[in-house]
Every structure is written in C-alpha cells, then in structure tokens.
C-alpha cells in the first residue's frame, strides 16, 4: 500500500527504509551520547587529581583573599578545606623554622667546684642539686672538700661561624663558675667569657671551632602584637632545643626581674609572649615565622601562665658589634641624680612640667646633683634643671632618662631639651664612657 506525502507517492518499501534509517540513528545517537558520558567522566576525573592541590591553594588564597573584606564572615563553616590547609600552611611554616634555626642553638651547663657541707645524718648538702642529701644514689657522702657539679643551665645561639654566641647576662653572672656549650648534635665545647654587658642582660662567650650554622638577627623594631614567634632553648636546664609557639603578647614592657637570690635588674621596651619560656631558656632566641631571631628569651612572670619576656635583639646588636670590633664594651653615662617628674611630683613641688627628670641632690652631703667633670658638667647642666627631652622625644615614666641614654654609643652627641630657671633651652651633650 503506497501513502501519499505532499502530493508525492511513496511507496511501502521506501517507507521500511526510511524507518530502518530512523532507528539505526537512533542507535548511533544513543551510544553517541554514552560515550561522552563515559570520556567526560575518565577525563574529569584525571583532571581532577591532577589539579586538587591547585584546586585547595586556590580556594585556600580566595578564602584568605575574603577574609580581608569580610572579617565577620566565618569561612570554616562554608569551606572546612580552607580551614584544614589553613594549619598545614602555618606548620609547615613552623616546622621550616624549627629545622632552619635549631643547629645555631646551644645549651649552656654551668659548672662548679662545690664544698661538701656535712650534715646531722652524715651525708652532705648541695642547694643546687635535686637530691636533699647530695649523693646521686641518696646514700651519706665520706669526703670532705669540694666537688665539681651542674648547678645551673642555659641556652645561647651562634652569630658567628667561628664560635661566638650570643646569650644573656644572667647566665654567664658566677665569674668562679666554669662554662660549657652543647649544641645540638651533642658535642661539648669549654667556652670562654668574652663579654657581659653591664647594663642590658646580654653577653657573649665563644668556642673554639668553625663552619658553625649562624642564626640571622631580624629587626625587633617592626614587631606586631598578635605575629607568631617561635621560641628554642634548653627548658629547664635538661631538654635541649625545646620548642614552643606563641604570638607577641605585648611590646615595650618595663619590668624588675630577680634570679632568686636577691639581685634584681631593671629591664625596659622588651617583648611579652605566651610562647613558653622556661628556667633554662634564658639567652635563647624568639624567632619570627620566617626564622629570623626578633628577640633574646630573659624572663618568666611567677605565678602565671604563659607570660614570657625577651629582650628586643636590637637592644643586643651594640655588644655584638664591639666585641666583633675587638673593642672595649663601653656604656655611656650623663651624670646626673634625678627625680622623675609625674602629675604627683608636679603638684608637690610645683613644676611647670608633668613630664621629664628634675636634676636634684640626694640625701648625703656626697650625693650631688651633676657628677663632677661628667658630660652634664661639661654642659653646664645644674641643679633644679628639668631634662624634658632628648633628642626631641618626651622623658616620661615609661621612657626614663637613663633607659634612653643607654641606646646610644660613647662619643655620641646627643640634642636635651633643658627648664632652666624659666627658660627653655636646647644643649648639646657629647656622652661619654661609664667608669
């Protein structure tokens, strides 16, 4: 039977044929589309491993990228991926500055010869041991004498390939005591003193030896609250090369520190961190996250947690520099006795000024206001003067005279503005050496 189609006649069998076209395009459509599916799956999913990491970078850099325009947005709930590369970022960061700058820090073990002090029981006594009845097995020592023992420990870093290693005062402070450095694959070394800065809490002592790995000093004068340090030393005078992470809790803090035994110092614009700072710690570094040393470990407030103190490495760079030199350390002084002036001492004397030092005499007929001969002398600096500035910043109770003056070198001209007698004038003072 023949259809008619638009006025043409087709025939059955053309029709059987144009069916049997239909289906097989059908068909080849079909598979067509199956492997598409199939090639689009095996190429994606190759892509896909290739280009994870890309992927998680990519994400990790366009979260952080809106994290500095949306603060308040919480991008750990909408991508837990940037969260979890977020930690592997700054381990890993961690982690390069821990194998970068562990080699340069060494533990210091401080060494003496100790009387054996009888006791009632017959054994003897050592403060500075651990065991109450001096024998390492607790049994009764016999002989009488001294005998060489650790009584106390440290840490330091290497700023010279040749030995020379930086550390704090307080460390190397027993002049009869004998020093020894262990870096950190387990070699001794007998060092020597070399310096010990009178008024910050550094020194520097040496070995002998060299191709010693050297720790780079960064800049402490562009620190941030809030940036990670890293801090590395021999916690407690027995772990060696501890390592503890903070952040910078607080800059130019000013506070006393004491050893313990009744000497105190005065430490002044120096770093607060919770990174853990522990007894044997002192002298070691407080690094930044890129390995750099920002600071010297000094101090632990007692009683708190995680309140630690270092000393700026700026503050440290003078000594280094002199004793590099082969030059005398030297300190530079003005030469004057003072009261810091505050809104207290302003009221009760009747100053102009709540702010600067009045130069007054103390209490002994000795106690003078301007040393003779002192560069104050030299300048004509007298008694009842108030020193308000130098080199035009304001001396206050948290920027004290003496704190500024020992920033600069011996020899160093300094700009003090002087109250004198009503009148306020600029003078020149050339600093000279502390005798």
Known sequence: MNDIQNGEIISEKDNNKKNIYGRLTKTMLVVLIVMTIFLSSLFGAAFGLMSAGAVNIFSLKIGQRIGQYFPNLNLRKINPEVSRQQVIVEDSAVIDVVEKVSPTVVSIVISKNIPNIQDNFGGFFDPFSMDPFGGSDGSAQTDQGTQKKTIGGGSGFFITSDGYILTNRHVLDDQQADYTVVTSDGKEYVAKVLARDPVR???????????????????????????????????????????????????????????????????????????????????????????????????????????????????????????????????????????????????????????????????????????????????????????????????????????????????????????????????????EERL
Do not use: C
């Open 201 to 431: 809490d550094v020194a520097i002592i040496k070995i002998d030896g060299n191709n010693f790995p050297v720790a780079v000093l960064g800049d402490s004068d562009v620190l941030r609250i809030g940036q990670t340090v890293v801090a590395i030393g021999n916690s407690l005078g027995e772990f060696s090369n501890s390592v503890s992470r903070g952040i910078v809790s607080g800059l130019k803090r000013n506070l006393s520190a004491g050893s313990g035994f009744g000497d105190s110092e005065r430490l002044t614009d120096i770093i607060q961190t919770d990174a853990a700072i522990n007894p044997g710690n002192s002298g070691g570094p407080l690094l930044d996250i890129n390995g750099d040393v920002i600071g010297i470990n000094v101090a632990v407030a007692q009683g708190a947690q995680n309140v630690g103190f270092a000393l700026p490495v700026n503050q440290a760079k003078r000594i280094i520099d002199q004793v590099k030199n082969g030059t005398k350390i030297s300190v530079p002084y003005l030469g004057v006795r003072y009261v810091v002036i505050d809104q207290a001492v302003q009221k009760e004397v009747q100053l102009p000024f709540d702010y600067g030092v009045l130069v007054l005499r103390g209490t002994k007929m000795t106690d003078l206001a301007v040393m003779p001969g002192s560069p104050a002398d030299k300048a004509g600096i007298v008694e009842n003067d108030i020193i308000l500035e130098i080199n035009n910043q304001k001396i206050t109770q948290n920027n004290q005279l003496g704190d500024m003056i020992v920033k600069y070198n011996v020899g160093d001209v300094i700009t003090l503005k002087i109250w004198h007698k009503g009148d306020t004038k600029d003078v020149q003072v050339k600093l």
